[in-house]
């Protein structure tokens, strides 16, 4: 079992940034890739972005290449997710899931957190 929880979500204007954390406690974590799924109002939960096990192989759906990063510290049973540039289309909740499959996408999640909010203002 893999415990996940996110932190960091809140109200930022247009263009704005926010750093979403996830925060990994039960077995050893470092054997799993994140993930960081998001899912809007009246839509299906979007497949967003992942990071292998070392922290070498990542991946970004479209439309968040080049305003998003994510990064994790096994050390510390970390992983984050660093939002720039943000726009309104970004507003959602936001799922941290960890998987132990490496052949993303798609990402087959064995475990999810509860769920932190961005809302993103125009």
């Known amino acids: 079992q893999v415990q996940l929880v996110e932190s960091g979500g809140g109200l930022v204007q247009a263009g704005g940034s926010l750093r979403l954390s996830c925060a990994a406690s039960?077995?050893?974590?470092?054997?799993?890739?994140v993930g960081w799924f998001r899912q809007a109002p009246g839509k299906e939960r979007e497949f967003v972005t992942a990071i292998s096990l070392s922290g070498l192989r990542t991946y970004y759906v479209d439309s968040v290449k080049g305003r998003f990063t994510i990064s994790r510290d096994n050390a510390k049973n970390m992983v984050y997710l660093q939002m720039n540039s943000l726009k309104p289309e970004d507003t959602a909740v936001y799922y941290c899931?960890?998987?132990?499959?490496?052949?993303?996408?798609?990402?087959?999640?064995?475990?999810w957190g509860q769920g932190t909010q961005v809302t993103v203002s125009s």
């Open positions: 039960g077995r050893s974590f470092s054997v799993y890739a």
């Open positions: 899931a960890s998987s132990r499959d490496s052949s993303w996408p798609p990402f087959k999640t064995d475990y």
